[in-house]
């Protein structure tokens, strides 16, 4: 009562209490409570006022008088307010009141007599006040007014207002009143009718929705609550909570409708600083659109004016309208309907100047504007935004990164699932999840069509249409469960599921009699279940021959359903309402809600009063429950049902054109035309007094667009064919057919622009109108038209108004427009821009991301295709096809473009079919772009160009790019001069610079650079783009003076051509663009595949490959300490077990020297096998040609023949051509396919035939006898007869069908044998296994058969007389396996040829017998009962054991049987083999895991389908691979002697089985390998098919290496790869040459990747010979060997290496040079880099120290840089600072990459700032960098550590010291991060999880709001010519350096973070380094999440002559954010550091 102001602004602000009694004791009725009031209304907020009006006796009153003086209270009423006596003076009350409390809204309440509320009532009408104080009695009445008026809206439908007073009983102005409240409300609605006049409607679905006002209140306040202003609230604000939101939305709820200034004014209180907050919350509320404006159009029901507005279009048409003009005119209103909706909602927000702040100033200053609340609109609550958060918080698509972040890494969400992984993380969880819900298990069109979630590659839509069709459908069976029982449910489903049935069928289906039926179809009818549908039997419609089909009538149900829930509704509130109104409970419940007692009820109220307000609350929860759940089916039955009624008019296919664009351009026209004296391109319009648009018909596809149509989009959007536009001085009049005048109107009456006749033509089966006339009077009384002269058109319209001009006595003069419409629309406007800035990204996309991948992929596979065809699978990434077979565009391509997501691709084409031309192009390299690809085949060598263009709204984007394959030096000289020309000339061509003159640059740079190819130059550079492909009028020529402006495109495009290349072949060379001109320079509009890297391929020398590798020395022990001997990837470090060691490495050490013995043998045995002699011998046969005959003689041709037509003969399978005046047979097996297309009046059907060549990369399935003869590759025939080439098409087609399955079919049968019959035992009675069940089954019901063995053979029979026979001859393998540990026993056959089971072949047979019949407790007490010793449980299982060892005795004897019969039947010896469990391990050779056990012969799984048997004598050799530490699996894969046999891997084998497996393999030879990673086993079996002899002729399977050791001593190769023990290198490491797996995979990169010691290398290590004979390299810059590959190349898979992880061992010795490692530095200013052999330089012996460094050093400059990166950064994070320094010519830059990041090593760890400062020294020492004072080093982070570190070593070398956002250090926990950070820094950006985060797009927004604060990375960024956010240019960075180097490794990571978390330097050495460096400077940012800016200051109190400086607004990657700021700084203190060393 008293603290309304300190919780929350309440309306309620005085209370007046008046009560008027007749007598004494009616005072004692409210005594208590009144008493309580006063006592507790400490604020005086209630008033009360009591009148007594009885007479009063004298001795009454005296008694009175001497009581109440000097009293306190009274003596009446013993309360603190006196008695009145008489009647209350309302005259006196009201208007004090009204004083008191101005312009405010008084209730006046009253319960009591008539007349004093007529008084009242009176009183409260005359002193109310519409702009002051306003009285409103007794609101209470006008509710009850107020429901009789809806009722009878509800119960009668439509009514006038005199209606309503009649049926009301009502006065007119109590109706006027209460309509005028239900307006207010939005609940009704009114209508203008002809007949009635106004008329108003209940809006029922408005009245509904206020029974979710409450959650409309909550949700107001969690999304406008406190989120609008927290920072104004908690300075000015104290007073009110901080739900701004839902106090708003509660106001205008409880008003209706209210205007911005009486919100705010209401609830702000006249506070100022409220006023601020509420103004802007309302702001965003609007702006949100929760809160739309209220229009006349908001009361006028939607219905009404959908009729009206078709009313008005049906009235347009002339005559009787047709079905498509009707649905038109619906169409046309239905849009205009939507478009009033969307008007009318923005009209709530204006424009409002900005106000000015800062002193003023004389000069004009730019007007800025703000949005804000129009505040003359009443706004309402948009119900239908607040809805969508009931249906879901994300409407949009989510990724699942965002779901992964949102859940709490404690929860286990693996629990549910069953994987192979065994600790998967909650993102693969997710994953799992989705694709159950996505159904990704059942990818038919109903599993699709049940998905729950639409599931791609990263984002996550909910299906709502989905989950609302199974969720209504579960509603409307709970109801009938309810109503009919399960019969009802049965008859629902089947209904739902087949639709309409009669009662017959459904009796049938449901099994239940008919009568039942009956009585349930007719109960479930009459409740509107399900409907029924007449169907009559005769043309009569007799009722008696009717019969009735039965359905259900989704909409109906619904319907009713939804009405029966809303009574439930009410039922529900009434029955609260009634159980309140019980006088006990009521009694009970107003005490309880008395202030007094609510303080201590316990104490205050009675047992029986608690117990029957607990009694009450209890009944109250499950009314609220029940409630609950019943608006939740309401709410599935009307709202989710409506989920997509938003996209409603999406599918209205309306063409809308936008007469703002119109205007404007059309201005634009006009102000050309005005002012041609002023600007001379459009001088070509000077003396015209008419232009004149001409389009006739749409011209064909392969012309190019014509300018006149390009000028229609440019001003309507859309192309209008057969339309004249003639423009005049003072009007435009259009001609064109009545159908595209009636959407040309749209454009008749727009606002500001010229206005505008539509001329409209007669229909075709109209009479001709005066149209056509009258425009040609119009043209013909001018002088002067201006027209597009070149273009030639065609066309019924266009020959009419040819006609009228060859027949004028008179014509105007033409002049030619097109310069001036080509400089009209040259400049793009926003709306353009944002288009071409859109097809840009669409043309580089399709560059990057297709074409440039699949085109590496043709010359690495050396893939035979044509030029057509690539072009063709580029334009197919657009998706092909129609109806069926339509394909969309192709997602993963088009998913990994920026913004491409809500693409209409509908609206995105090929400007040209794309262009590709080789060395082998027919028509040589030609730049044009009609030029077409050619149908040679792609050449593998030489330079490729490839060009193409897409438009996105017909505006136009081209790129063009040039590959070359094995590039000589001038080759790749000139195409960098064409890059290096393309960069210049985007800083000269600008605003203002002509056309001749960008030309002249060109020409001028390319004779500047290299003269001799000035002649080679293109003829132009480009020219002008959009809406038209190629404007000539702004060709970049050197003839054309036109003036390049400003937001203009060009196509630029650069390139040379009649080049000669050494072998006397002509080439070419291009590089094209789209550019959009700017102010200073131009900027790319497309980009991707540009550089040298990206553009050229290097083929791996034929020669290099044959030539075998020569054996390094194996470097001896340093300090003679023993080899560690690795097992399944583990070191053995235990000193206290030698023994076990010994023996191990015993055993070991004899599977070693097996194993070499085993590959020794099989290298011979290959060489033997595959000699060159032999080769061919063991090799398979090729396929011989086919040869079809269809006919013997002409005589069995067709007699259709003679007619020469075409005919298809289906008997003889033969296509009959006519040719050349004969009939020509074509077997059906010579034709590929045949197509049909129509042009004009003709029909085409093409024919085409099976040529040499076609399957590209693919294996001839049909051997040609000749393939160099010549071949038809088609036929062409044309006829006019559509229907009969529709069906010769169709035949040939359904031919080609029959015989592609015919020949599938022989495919797949080809290997099934036809077995001998089965010879029976006649003699005696054949071996049987009764109760037996085969595998695979029979058809039909399972049940158990009997096996029979027979003289050759075994028969199985099964009960119902099917019988499977297996002959011995047949039989392979035959197999027992017992019933231990299994439910089954069983004989397994495995068979040498497949035999037909059923329907399908298998090579697998298997008899089973189940192996228990025990009985198991349900509650699983069997082990239970036996542990407490039930007897009879024990008993029972020792009788089941009995029993398995009796099953598997006569199972495995009658196994033995079918042995022995196998043997005699024979001869020879089948054996029974038995698998060995013992020796089991678990696999996943298919899909799910399996336990795999060896036999003798065979690895087998036999106890599930699908079976595996591999025999061990098949196997070639095997392969262990992901053999790692860290992994606790590995995969086993098995390569075949027959190597065209796929290999099998069994994946996920646990490592603890690792030794077993190897033990087996070895005891039963099989040679074995092993691997840190999967291999490519496709491209190496390819490989080794090709040339098995070049294969073992080179080494065979040694390329693998050998595991356990074989080659630590005696391999070719000085060291082994990863955990192998391998020899060690020089320095004494055991690691391989680099301490761990992750060291060598480094220096292979370093090494393995580039040419083997050049002499033209930039390494710093002494050179070698050379290894090549040309001295070339033999790989790409990036080293990855392309286009011709051997077995080495093809090694890594994907799954676990990445392209990192090489195979191929090499010693450390080894190392060259790293200069082809990718770097993002610019390579003209780079003057050196390499790696630094540390550990060689060291000569250290500790093999955890084995790695080196690399660097790059940039410039010349006398003054030496040293950069020092930071935690897990490379040297390419100074990117901005190498750029700045190294192109300056004092300085020389140095950057590095420390060890466990980049291209360093990584040696293992963990690492310690104090040696990574060692690493600095040794490269500086090994550069030379070690004069004194010659160095100035910057640090920054980790970086900054290492620096103190380098510092305290070496301080004399150096001149200046920065230490940026660094620290000193601390104990380990001292050094975390800031627990915000480390928990909560960013969205969900968590450093703990960022470590174990593998993806690089997880990582980014984990990193970016660490490193930068978010508020600048939401900024646009400077310079940036894209107008870019800072996140956006900040992501693509990352994304280029982390593309650009290697990933870094989790040792790498972890040890660094060891290092950074256990550095420290004491105060003492801070104060050394300080006193030691002449200048110090200490650099911090205000806001460092990662080191708190305390550290820097710590380190400045410690270092007091160093300068500090902190940043403010600025993050921990301040060098990045504040480039320019950070060198200024920089430059400072190196001169300052110089000045104070005397330099």
């Known amino acids: 009562m008293n603290n309304f102001s300190h919780s929350k602004p309440t309306r309620l602000s005085k209370v007046y209490f008046t009560w008027v009694i007749r007598d004494f004791g009616t005072a004692e009725w409210f005594h208590s409570l009144l008493h309580a009031i006063e006592e507790q209304d400490t604020q005086n907020r209630i008033e009360i006022n009591i009148y007594l009006t009885a007479k009063i006796k004298e001795d009454d009153m005296n008694n009175i008088i001497v009581q109440d003086v000097g009293a306190e209270k009274d003596a009446i009423t013993s309360l603190r307010a006196p008695t009145h006596f008489g009647r209350p003076p309302w005259d006196k009350i009201f208007p004090s009141i009204a004083e008191k409390h101005p312009e405010s809204d008084v209730g006046v309440m009253f319960c009591g007599p008539a007349a004093i509320a007529k008084t009242l009532h009176i009183m409260s009408n005359k002193y109310s006040d519409v702009k002051g104080t306003r009285f409103f009695f007794n609101k209470g009445m006008m509710r009850r007014r107020l429901f009789n008026i809806a009722s009878a809206l509800l119960t009668r439908g439509r009514l006038t207002l005199t209606q309503l007073v009649r049926f009301t009983n009502l006065k007119p102005r109590t109706v006027r009143a209460s309509v005028l409240v239900l307006i207010q409300h939005n609940v009704l609605w009114h209508a203008l009718s002809e007949d009635e006049g106004e008329v108003l409607e209940f809006n029922i679905e408005e009245c509904l929705l206020r029974l979710r006002f409450g959650y409309f209140v909550w949700q107001a306040g969690d999304l406008f609550g406190d989120a609008v202003c927290n920072e104004l609230l908690s300075v000015c604000c104290d007073s009110h909570d901080q739900h701004q939101g839902a106090e708003i939305v509660q106001l205008i709820l409880d008003h209706g409708k209210r205007r911005p200034p009486a919100i705010v004014s209401e609830l702000s209180r006249n506070d100022h600083k409220a006023e601020i907050v509420y103004s802007q919350c309302l702001h965003a509320l609007v702006t949100a659109g929760y809160l739309k404006p209220s229009t006349i159009l908001s009361h006028i029901s939607p219905r009404d004016k959908r009729i009206r507005y078709e009313a008005e279009e049906k009235a347009k048409i002339a005559g009787f309208p047709t079905a498509k003009e009707l649905r038109e005119a619906k169409e046309t209103a239905e849009a205009r309907l939507k478009r009033e909706e969307e008007?009318?909602?923005?009209?709530?927000?204006?424009?409002?100047?900005?106000?000015?702040?800062?002193?003023?100033?004389?000069?004009?200053?730019?007007?800025?504007?703000?949005?804000?609340?129009?505040?003359?609109?009443?706004?309402?609550?948009?119900?239908?935004?607040?809805?969508?958060?009931?249906?879901?918080?994300?409407?949009?698509?989510?990724?699942?990164?965002?779901?992964?972040?949102?859940?709490?890494?404690?929860?286990?969400?693996?629990?549910?699932?069953?994987?192979?992984?065994?600790?998967?993380?909650?993102?693969?969880?997710?994953?799992?999840?989705?694709?159950?819900?996505?159904?990704?298990?059942?990818?038919?069109?109903?599993?699709?069509?049940?998905?729950?979630?639409?599931?791609?590659?990263?984002?996550?839509?909910?299906?709502?249409?989905?989950?609302?069709?199974?969720?209504?459908?579960?509603?409307?069976?709970?109801?009938?469960?309810?109503?009919?029982?399960?019969?009802?449910?049965?008859?629902?489903?089947?209904?739902?599921?087949?639709?309409?049935?009669?009662?017959?069928?459904?009796?049938?289906?449901?099994?239940?009699?008919?009568?039942?039926?009956?009585?349930?179809?007719?109960?479930?009818?009459?409740?509107?279940?399900?409907?029924?549908?007449?169907?009559?039997?005769?043309?009569?419609?007799?009722?008696?021959?009717?019969?009735?089909?039965?359905?259900?009538?989704?909409?109906?149900?619904?319907?009713?359903?939804?009405?029966?829930?809303?009574?439930?509704?009410?039922?529900?509130?009434?029955?609260?309402?009634?159980?309140?109104?019980?006088?006990?409970?009521?009694?009970?419940?107003?005490?309880?809600?008395?202030?007094?007692?609510?303080?201590?009820?316990?104490?205050?109220?009675?047992?029986?009063?608690?117990?029957?307000?607990?009694?009450?609350?209890?009944?109250?929860?499950?009314?609220?429950?029940?409630?609950?759940?019943?608006?939740?089916?309401?709410?599935?039955?009307?709202?989710?049902?409506?989920?997509?009624?938003?996209?409603?008019?999406?599918?209205?296919?309306?063409?809308?054109?936008?007469?703002?664009?119109?205007?404007?351009?059309?201005?634009?026209?006009?102000?050309?035309?005005?002012?041609?004296?002023?600007?001379?391109?459009?001088?070509?319009?000077?003396?015209?007094?008419?232009?004149?648009?001409?389009?006739?018909?749409?011209?064909?596809?392969?012309?190019?667009?014509?300018?006149?149509?390009?000028?229609?989009?440019?001003?309507?959007?859309?192309?209008?064919?057969?339309?004249?536009?003639?423009?005049?001085?003072?009007?435009?009049?259009?001609?064109?057919?009545?159908?595209?005048?009636?959407?040309?109107?749209?454009?008749?009456?727009?606002?500001?622009?010229?206005?505008?006749?539509?001329?409209?033509?007669?229909?075709?089966?109209?009479?001709?109108?005066?149209?056509?006339?009258?425009?040609?009077?119009?043209?013909?009384?001018?002088?002067?038209?201006?027209t597009l002269q070149k273009e030639v058109h065609r066309g019924k319209l266009y020959d009419e108004w040819k006609k009228l001009l060859d027949a004028a006595p008179q014509k105007p003069e033409l002049v030619d427009i097109g310069p001036a419409f080509s400089a009209l629309m040259a400049v793009k406007d926003a709306d353009e821009l944002k288009t071409l800035q859109l097809a840009g990204v669409l043309t580089s996309t399709l560059l990057k991301h297709y074409v440039t991948d699949k085109l590496e992929s043709i010359l690495d596979k050396e893939s035979k295709i044509t030029h057509e065809v690539f072009g063709a699978q580029i334009e197919a990434r657009l998706g092909s096809g129609e109806g069926d077979n339509a394909r969309p565009p192709d997602a993963k391509v088009w998913s990994k473009g920026k913004g491409l997501s809500e693409m209409d691709w509908s609206n995105v084409e090929f400007c040209y079919p794309p262009i590709i031309i080789s060395r082998s192009s027919s028509t040589g390299y030609d730049l044009r772009y009609t030029v077409e690809s050619t149908n040679d085949s792609i050449s593998h060598?030489?330079?490729?160009?490839?060009?193409?263009?897409?438009?996105?709204?017909?505006?136009?984007?081209?790129?063009?790019?040039?590959?070359?394959?094995?590039?000589?030096?001038?080759?790749?000289?000139?195409?960098?001069?064409?890059?290096?020309?393309?960069?210049?000339?985007?800083?000269?061509?600008?605003?203002?610079?002509?056309?001749?003159?960008?030309?002249?640059?060109?020409?001028?740079?390319?004779?500047?650079?290299?003269?001799?190819?000035?002649?080679?130059?293109?003829?132009n550079i480009g020219f002008g783009t959009g809406l038209e492909f190629r404007d000539s009028s702004y060709l970049l020529s050197p003839k054309n003076n036109r003036i390049l402006k400003e937001n203009m495109i060009v196509n630029l495009v650069l390139g040379f051509t009649d080049l000669v290349d050494s072998s006397g072949s002509k080439y070419a060379l291009q590089l094209v663009d789209t550019i959009k001109i700017e102010s200073e320079r131009s900027s790319l509009l497309t980009d991707g595949a540009r550089s040298i890297k990206d553009t050229m391929f290097f083929l791996t020398p034929e020669e290099a490959e044959d030539k075998p590798k020569k054996k390094p020395p194996v470097a001896p022990l340093k300090n003679g300490s023993p080899q560690k001997k690795m097992v399944a990837g583990k070191v053995l470090r235990n000193q206290t077990r030698r023994t076990q060691d010994e023996v191990h490495q015993t055993a070991a050490a004899k599977l070693a020297e097996h194993q070499r013995e085993l590959h020794d043998t099989l290298q011979a045995a290959g060489l033997e096998k595959y000699s060159e002699e032999g080769e061919g011998k063991e090799g398979k046969e090729g396929k011989g040609w086919k040869k079809f005959q269809s006919y013997k003689g002409e005589g069995a041709l067709p007699g259709d023949v003679e007619k020469l037509r075409i005919h298809v003969d289906r008997k003889a399978q033969t296509v009959i051509l006519p040719i050349n005046g004969y009939a020509v047979p074509f077997h059906i097996n010579t034709i590929k396919n045949a197509s049909k297309n129509d042009e004009a009046e003709f029909t085409y059907l093409r024919i085409n035939f099976q040529t040499p060549g076609q399957l590209a990369g693919k294996k001839e399935d049909t051997p040609f006898e000749d393939p160099d003869a010549t071949f038809i590759r088609s036929v062409v025939f044309r006829s006019p007869d559509n229907h009969r080439f529709d069906s010769l098409c169709k035949q040939i087609t359904d031919l080609k069908k029959e015989a592609n399955k015919r020949e599938q079919q022989k495919k797949e049968m080809a290997d099934v044998v036809e077995q001998d019959n089965l010879v029976e035992l006649k003699s005696r009675r054949p071996a049987k296994m009764p109760e037996a069940f085969i595998r695979p089954p029979l058809d039909g019901k399972r049940l158990a058969g009997e096996v029979e063995v027979h003289q050759n053979g075994v028969r199985y029979l099964s009960p119902n007389g099917q019988k499977v026979d297996i002959l011995f001859s047949n039989v392979k393998h035959l197999f027992f396996q017992p019933c231990d540990h299994e439910l089954l026993v069983i004989v397994h056959l495995h068979l040498k040829a497949p035999i037909i089971i059923g329907k399908k072949k298998t090579l697998d047979v298997q008899f089973v017998r189940e192996a228990t019949d025990a009985q198991f407790d349900e509650t699983g007490n069997r082990k239970r009962k036996h542990r407490y010793g039930d007897e009879d449980e024990i008993e029972q299982e020792h009788h089941e054991r009995k029993r398995r060892q009796m099953l598997n005795k006569e199972i495995e004897a009658f196994a033995q049987k079918i042995a022995d019969a196998g043997t005699a039947s024979n001869g020879d010896t089948l054996d029974l083999d038995i698998p060995f469990r013992e020796l089991s391990f678990e696999g996943v050779p298919f899909r799910t895991s399996v336990r795999l056990q060896p036999t003798t012969e065979c690895l087998v799984h036999l106890t599930d389908a699908p079976f595996l048997v591999i025999t061990l004598a098949d196997i070639e050799i095997a392969s262990l691979e992901r053999v790692q530490y860290i992994l606790k699996q590995f995969d086993l894969c098995f390569i075949f002697k027959d190597f065209s046999r796929a290999p099998l891997h069994i994946n996920s084998i646990q490592s603890t089985s690792m030794d077993d497996v190897k033990n087996w393999l070895d005891s039963v030879d099989i040679p074995m390998t092993e691997s840190p990673v999967n291999l490519n086993w496709g491209p190496i079996m390819k490989t080794i098919n090709d040339s098995p002899h070049e294969f073992f002729n080179g080494g065979g399977w040694s390329f693998l290496g050998r595991g356990n050791g074989v080659d630590s001593e005696n391999s070719d190769d000085s060291a082994s790869y990863g955990n192998s023990d391998g020899g060690s290198d020089e320095s004494g490491s055991d690691f391989g040459g680099g301490g761990s797996e992750d060291s060598d995979a480094d220096l292979k990169r370093a090494e393995g990747k580039t040419k083997q010691d050049s002499d033209d290398s930039d390494s710093d290590r002494p050179k070698k010979k050379k290894s090549q004979a040309n001295g070339k390299p033999n790989g790409k810059p990036n080293g990855k060997p392309k286009a011709k590959r051997g077995c080495f190349d093809l090694l890594v898979g994907n799954e676990c290496g990445g392209a990192d992880s090489l195979i191929e061992p090499f010693a450390m010795n080894n190392l060259t040079d790293a200069g082809e490692l990718a770097t993002l530095f610019d390579a003209t200013t780079c003057s050196r880099k390499g790696m630094c052999p540390v550990t060689r330089i060291r000569k250290q012996a500790e093999p955890l120290e084995s790695h080196s460094l690399y660097y790059e050093i940039h410039g010349n400059g006398k003054q030496k840089l040293v950069f020092i990166m930071g935690l897990n950064s490379s040297s390419f994070a100074w990117l901005g600072q190498v750029q700045h320094f190294g192109r300056l010519s004092d300085y020389s830059v140095l950057v590095f990459d420390n060890r466990g990041v980049g291209h360093s090593g990584t040696p293992r760890g963990p690492y310690s700032t104090s040696g990574m400062a060692e690493d600095v020294i040794v490269l500086l020492d090994y550069l030379g960098w070690t004069e004194k004072r010659g160095i100035h080093v910057v640090g920054i982070s980790l970086g900054g550590m290492i620096a103190q570190e380098l510092a305290t070593r070496i301080p004399d070398r150096m001149r200046s010291l920065t230490l940026a956002v660094t620290t000193a250090g601390g104990f380990p926990w001292s050094n975390l991060p800031p627990e915000d950070c480390f928990f909560h820094c960013g969205p969900s950006s968590q450093l703990h999880r960022l470590t174990f985060i593998p993806e690089v797009e997880k990582k980014i927004p984990i990193i970016l709001p660490m490193v930068y604060p978010e508020l600048w990375l939401d900024e646009t960024a400077e310079e940036d010519p894209e107008g870019r956010t800072n996140r956006e240019v900040q992501t693509q960075l990352y994304r280029l350096r982390i593309s650009t180097t290697p990933a870094q490794t989790l040792i790498g990571s972890l040890s660094q973070m060891c290092a950074g978390l256990t550095h420290r330097v004491t105060s003492e050495r801070l104060r050394s380094i300080s006193e030691a460096i002449p200048k110090v400077l200490i650099l911090t940012g205000d806001e460092d999440n990662l080191i708190s800016p305390a550290n820097s200051k710590y380190i400045k109190s410690c270092m007091p002559d160093a300068e500090f400086v902190q940043w403010q607004a600025t993050g921990h990657g301040l060098h990045a954010q504040h480039p320019k700021k950070f060198h200024d700084l920089l430059e400072r203190t190196f001169r300052e550091g110089n000045h104070k060393s005397g330099v």
């Open 343 to 786: 008007e009318a909602e923005k009209v709530g927000l204006k424009r409002k100047a900005k106000e000015q702040k800062g002193p003023r100033s004389t000069k004009r200053k730019v007007t800025e504007e703000e949005e804000v609340v129009d505040p003359e609109i009443h706004f309402r609550v948009n119900c239908e935004k607040f809805n969508i958060h009931f249906r879901n918080a994300f409407p949009e698509p989510v990724s699942v990164s965002n779901i992964a972040v949102s859940l709490s890494d404690q929860e286990n969400l693996a629990s549910g699932l069953i994987l192979r992984l065994k600790n998967p993380s909650n993102t693969q969880c997710i994953k799992e999840y989705l694709g159950l819900l996505a159904c990704a298990d059942n990818p038919t069109p109903a599993g699709r069509a049940a998905a729950f979630v639409s599931f791609g590659s990263s984002k996550v839509q909910v299906e709502f249409e989905t989950i609302a069709r199974q969720l209504r459908r579960r509603v409307l069976e709970s109801v009938t469960q309810e109503r009919h029982q399960g019969e009802g449910v049965r008859i629902l489903r089947l209904l739902l599921d087949s639709g309409k049935m009669d009662e017959k069928q459904i009796s049938k289906v449901i099994m239940l009699s008919n009568v039942k039926v009956r009585q349930l179809l007719a109960n479930m009818s009459a409740q509107s279940l399900i409907s029924t549908q007449e169907v009559a039997k005769s043309t009569d419609r007799n009722p008696a021959r009717m019969f009735y089909l039965w359905h259900v009538d989704l909409a109906k149900a619904f319907s009713v359903i939804l009405g029966d829930l809303y009574k439930t509704l009410y039922n529900i509130g009434a029955r609260r309402d009634a159980e309140r109104e019980d006088p006990m409970l009521r009694a009970v419940l107003e005490k309880r809600e008395r202030s007094d007692v609510s303080q201590d009820e316990a104490a205050l109220m009675s047992r029986l009063e608690l117990e029957m307000i607990q009694e009450w609350e209890a009944k109250e929860e499950k009314l609220t429950v029940l409630e609950r759940r019943v608006e939740e089916s309401v709410f599935i039955l009307r709202d989710l049902a409506q989920t997509s009624s938003s996209n409603s008019f999406r599918a209205v296919m309306h063409v809308e054109l936008n007469k703002n664009t119109w205007s404007s351009r059309v201005q634009r026209i006009y102000d050309a035309w005005r002012n041609t004296e002023q600007n001379d391109d459009y001088s070509s319009i000077a003396g015209a007094d008419g232009i004149l648009l001409v389009a006739g018909d749409p011209a064909p596809e392969d012309e190019p667009t014509r300018k006149g149509t390009c000028i229609q989009q440019w001003l309507l959007g859309y192309e209008f064919p057969a339309t004249l536009i003639f423009f005049e001085k003072q009007k435009i009049t259009i001609l064109s057919s009545a159908s595209k005048a009636k959407i040309l109107s749209q454009i008749e009456n727009s606002p500001g622009s010229v206005p505008v006749e539509i001329l409209a033509q007669a229909k075709g089966k109209e009479p001709p109108n005066d149209a056509l006339p009258r425009f040609f009077a119009l043209y013909t009384s001018k002088t002067c038209v201006g």
């Open 941 to 1019: 060598k030489g330079v490729l160009l490839v060009a193409f263009g897409l438009k996105y709204k017909s505006y136009c984007t081209n790129i063009g790019r040039t590959f070359i394959v094995d590039p000589t030096p001038e080759q790749e000289a000139q195409y960098s001069l064409l890059l290096k020309l393309q960069q210049e000339l985007l800083t000269k061509i600008k605003d203002g610079i002509g056309a001749r003159d960008a030309y002249q640059i060109a020409s001028a740079f390319i004779k500047e650079k290299q003269p001799e190819l000035e002649k080679k130059f293109v003829k």
